[in-house]
C-alpha cells in the first residue's frame, strides 16, 4: 500500500514539475517589438502536409465539357460504364457534359481515417468552365502510390465563363473549383508523434544569427543545454525528461517564444510595376547623386500640295518632321542612410519616380556606395 502511494506520489511530482517547467517557458515569451514568434520563421521536422493526387471526372456540365477529340476522357468514360456493367461505342459518345480533371489535396499531419479535407479540381482538357459539376467518386494516392483518401462532391468555381459569337465575358477561373470537405481519409500517415526522442526547427529563412539565436534562447528558457544549431537553417533540440511522452505541451510553449530575426540587408524590385522593397539593414555610404531625364518628342505631319484647276500638276504629298527635345536640370544631391528612415528621406529629396529610384539604386550599387544585395524580379 505504501509503495502504491509512492508511484503515485511521484507521478504527481513528475506532472506538477511539468506544468510549472511549461509556464516558466510562457512567461518568459514577451518580447521586443520587432520580435516575431518562433513558430512564425521555423517548422518542426517532421510536422508537415502531405500532398495528394488523383484523376477522375467532373459530370453535369451545360456542355462546356471536353470536345470530341479529348481522348482520355472518351477512355476514362468508357472504363467507367464498363466497370458499371454499361456496354458503349467509343464513337458514339459525346463528352460535351463531361470534363477529365486531375484533384489535388493537402492531407494535414496526425489525420485519421473518417476525416474530411477539402480538395481542388482542376480541368486537364480543353473544358471551358466546371460551373454546375460534380466530382465522380475519385482515389487520392501518395507519393508511395497507395491511397489515402477518396474525393466526390459537388464543386464550387467562384468565377463564371460567358461565350457568344461576337463576345465573351469571363470572371475569374472557371476551370478550377473547389470541393468544400469533399474527400474522406481512408488511411492516415504512420507517424508516432509523442514517441521522439528529439526536435528538429527548420527555419524558413537560411540564417547563422537567427539559427543561433533560436538555439540559445531554448537553452535559456529550458534552463540547460538542450538545443544547439548544426547548420545555417537547423536547430536540433533534446527533449527534457519532464516532457519524454508528452510533447504537446512542450511544442505549444517553445513555438511562442519570442525571436528577433536577424537577416541580410537586401534591397528587392520589381520592374514590372515599379515596385521597391528596402530591408531594414540597407545602408548607403556618402554619395552625390544626380537625376534627370531626357524627353525627346517626334510628330510627323503629312501636308497635301493640290495643283490648281488645269494646270497638269500632281498632287504631292510631303512630309513634315517637327523634333523638340528637353532635358530636366537637376542638382546634385547628397545621399547617405545610416538609418532607413534617412535612406528613403535620401531617395526623396531626389524627387525621381520609383521607376527612377530603380535606376538609382542600380548605378549606387555599382558605383559600391550601396551595402546590400539588390535583387531584381
Known amino acids: 500500500m505504501l509503495r502504491v502511494t509512492s508511484q503515485n506520489n511521484k507521478k504527481n ?6 506544468c510549472a517547467l511549461a509556464l516558466l517557458i510562457c512567461l518568459m515569451t514577451a518580447g521586443t517589438a520587432d520580435a516575431v514568434r518562433i513558430k512564425d520563421i521555423a517548422s518542426f521536422g517532421g510536422v508537415r502536409e502531405n500532398q495528394l493526387i488523383g484523376y477522375g471526372l467532373v459530370v453535369g456540365l451545360q456542355g462546356t465539357g471536353d470536345k470530341k477529340d479529348s481522348a482520355f476522357t472518351m477512355r476514362s468514360m468508357v472504363s467507367m460504364l464498363e466497370k458499371m456493367g454499361v456496354s458503349v461505342d467509343i464513337k458514339q459518345m ?16 496526425s489525420s485519421k481515417p473518417g476525416s474530411r479535407m477539402d480538395v481542388t479540381v482542376s480541368s486537364l482538357g480543353d473544358s471551358t468552365s466546371l460551373l454546375g459539376g460534380v466530382l465522380l467518386q475519385t482515389p487520392l494516392k501518395g507519393v508511395d502510390g497507395k491511397i489515402y483518401a477518396l474525393a466526390q462532391g459537388a464543386m464550387t468555381i467562384g468565377g463564371f465563363n460567358i461565350e457568344g459569337d ?19 481519409i481512408e488511411r492516415g500517415v504512420p507517424f508516432e508523434f509523442n514517441s521522439m526522442d528529439k526536435l528538429t526547427l527548420h ?31 537547423t536547430v536540433e533540440m533534446d527533449i527534457p525528461n519532464d516532457f519524454k511522452g508528452n510533447l504537446v505541451p512542450l511544442m505549444a510553449s517553445i513555438e511562442n517564444l519570442d525571436i528577433t530575426p536577424d537577416m541580410a540587408a537586401k534591397v528587392v524590385v520589381d520592374e514590372k510595376t515599379g515596385t521597391i522593397v528596402l530591408g531594414r ?97
Request: overall charge positive.
Open 203 to 233: 527555419m524558413n529563412a537560411p540564417d547563422f544569427s537567427t539559427t543561433q539565436q533560436v538555439a540559445s534562447r531554448l537553452n535559456t528558457t529550458l534552463g540547460g543545454n538542450f538545443a544547439r544549431a548544426v547548420d545555417i537553417s
Open 94 to 109: 459525346k463528352p460535351k457534359n463531361v470534363a477529365a480533371v486531375m484533384v489535388t489535396a493537402r492531407m494535414p499531419i
Open 281 to 377: 539593414d540597407v545602408r548607403i555610404s556618402r554619395v552625390a547623386v544626380a537625376h534627370g531625364n531626357l524627353e525627346v518628342m517626334v510628330q510627323e505631319n503629312l501636308q497635301v500640295s493640290q495643283p490648281g484647276p488645269f494646270s497638269g500638276g500632281n498632287t504631292v504629298v510631303t512630309p513634315n518632321t517637327q523634333i523638340a527635345g528637353a532635358e530636366e536640370a537637376r542638382r546634385l544631391n547628397i545621399l547617405e542612410g545610416a538609418t532607413l528612415q534617412e535612406l528613403v528621406d535620401g531617395l526623396n529629396s531626389v524627387g525621381a519616380s520609383p521607376r527612377d529610384v530603380i535606376s538609382i539604386l542600380r548605378t549606387i550599387k555599382a558605383a559600391g556606395a550601396l551595402h546590400a544585395n539588390l535583387e531584381v524580379i
Open 13 to 18: 511530482l513528475r506532472h506538477l514539475a511539468s
Open 166 to 184: 461576337q463576345a465573351n465575358a469571363m470572371k475569374n477561373i472557371s476551370t478550377v473549383g473547389v470541393v468544400p470537405n469533399g474527400a474522406t
